[in-house]
Structure formats: C-alpha cells, structure tokens
C-alpha cells in the first residue's frame, strides 16, 4: 500500500473505485481495534455500490502507519478529528468528503463533521459512540481479558505493524477513570450534512441510546437498525448496509 505524509506521519492509504462520477469521494474511518487491512474487502464493495471514489487508511498507531507517541489521552479522538483527519484531507487532496465511520471512526466522523469548520458532503456512522455507557465498558473489559489470556492478539497481530500499541493505546484510555465523562453531543447541532446512523439490535459495545441521541441533536437525521447484527454492521449485514448507503448518497 502507498504512503502518504499528513502531520509528519506517516500514513498508509488505499484508493478504490473511480472517480468519473464527479460525485465527492467517500473517507473511511476505521474502529478502535482497525485499520485498512481489516477492512477487507468493503472499501471495493463500498464504492463499488455507490459509484463513488473511495479513500480508506489507518490512522497513526494502527496497521503500518507511524506509531503513536505515549498515550492517548481523554480528546484523542478530538485530535484525529480536527487535526489528523484535516492534514490527511489536505495531503491527498480531497474536498468536501463523505465520512464514512465505524464505532471511534464514526465519533470522530461526527466531530469533524460538527466541529471542523470544513465541508462535508454526508456522514454515515456505524455503531457510533457519543457518550460512555458502562454496558460498552463492561465489553471493552473484556476485550482486555481476551488479549490477556485468549487468542485476540494474534487475530489482531495480522492487521497491526504494532498490536500491542494499537490495542493498549484504545482499551487503555477507554477503561481510563477520567475517559468515563467523555461526550460529543454538544458537538451534533453544530453539524450542517445529513447524517445516517447505523445500528446493530445486538451490538455489545453501545445501546441504541447512542443513535438516539444523535437523532435528537443533528438536522437531518436517518437511522437504520439492523437486527442479527452486533457491533459491526458491515460485516454482520454487509448487503443491508450497502444498500442504505447507496440510497442515501443517491
């Protein structure tokens, strides 16, 4: 995969599709745990099934883009949101995009949407966080148990440069005291794009409270529920969300 410098970090990156639509391009913004790689084959299928050129890369700490530096702290995903994701935009050139995230990548997709002072086309936010729920926490938990003692850190170890950066420097902070307080709804009126939001019956890290809430602070507001589907939609009901997504951004 190429590289490209944005911050001076350096990030990799992958472009699918084409871009003779005109249409503006879709960006997206892995999970916690993700990065380009663990996308799979989405990013193909996502552009695929809806004409758009689609930009997908793994954010400083994650698959083969540079490590972090220490910790994170409590606004880290502020920090990618209103300066990384800006440069990474910059860097490559991209204009009033389409975001495209799942759980943190959907949070940061929001911040920047509500926050970041820069044109964005639509958001489309999957498994979304905007508060802190103990029922995440308690899941998180045990994400930590099963890195311990179980076999969660070699299925992450192919999709990280660093597995032990990447997972550490996303449970450590979100089991942190002070990360219990974290919130961005006071950032979702300030969103100006519509945004859908999309949920799974099942999701083991966050209640349909989280969709709720941004239902009631953004404009222009679409939810889609999934049932049989846990925390990441596009891999338990890839179809049903590739649909509502190419209807959304038709």
């Not at 911050?7 to 999970?31: C, F, K, N, Q, T």
């Not at 729920?133 to 899941?139: D, V």
Request: aromatic share 10%; glycine share 10%.
């Amino acid at each position: 995969m190429p590289f490209v410098v944005a911050g001076e970090r350096r990030l990799e990156y992958a472009w699918y599709g084409s871009a003779d639509g005109g249409e503006p391009p879709i960006v997206m913004l892995h999970e916690g745990l993700g990065s380009l790689a663990l996308w799979r084959d989405f990013p193909h299928r996502l552009a695929e099934a809806t004409r758009r050129r689609t930009l997908a890369y793994s954010r400083i700490g994650y698959g083969a883009s540079d490590p972090v530096d220490g910790p994170r702290g409590v606004d880290f995903m502020h920090i990618e949101a209103l300066e990384a994701l800006p440069q990474l935009l910059d860097a490559l050139a991209v204009e009033q995009p389409v975001l495209f995230g799942h759980s943190d990548g959907g949070s940061i997709a929001l911040i920047h949407a509500g926050r970041g002072n820069r044109p964005v086309s639509a958001v489309i936010a999957l498994a979304p966080h905007v508060f802190v729920e103990s029922y995440g926490l308690e899941s998180i938990a045990g994400a930590r148990r099963a890195y311990l003692d179980g076999d969660l850190r070699a299925k992450l170890s192919r999709y990280h440069a660093d597995v032990d950066s990447a997972f550490w420097g996303w449970n450590d902070i979100w089991l942190h005291p002070d990360f219990v307080s974290w919130n961005i709804e006071a950032s979702l009126p300030d969103i100006a794009c519509p945004v859908l939001a999309i949920q799974g019956m099942d999701d083991e890290y966050g209640t349909m409270e989280q969709i709720d809430r941004i239902g009631r602070g953004v404009r222009d507001f679409h939810r889609l529920e999934l049932q049989h589907c846990g925390h990441s939609p596009h891999r338990d009901q890839p179809e049903a969300v590739l649909a509502a997504v190419a209807d959304f951004l038709a």
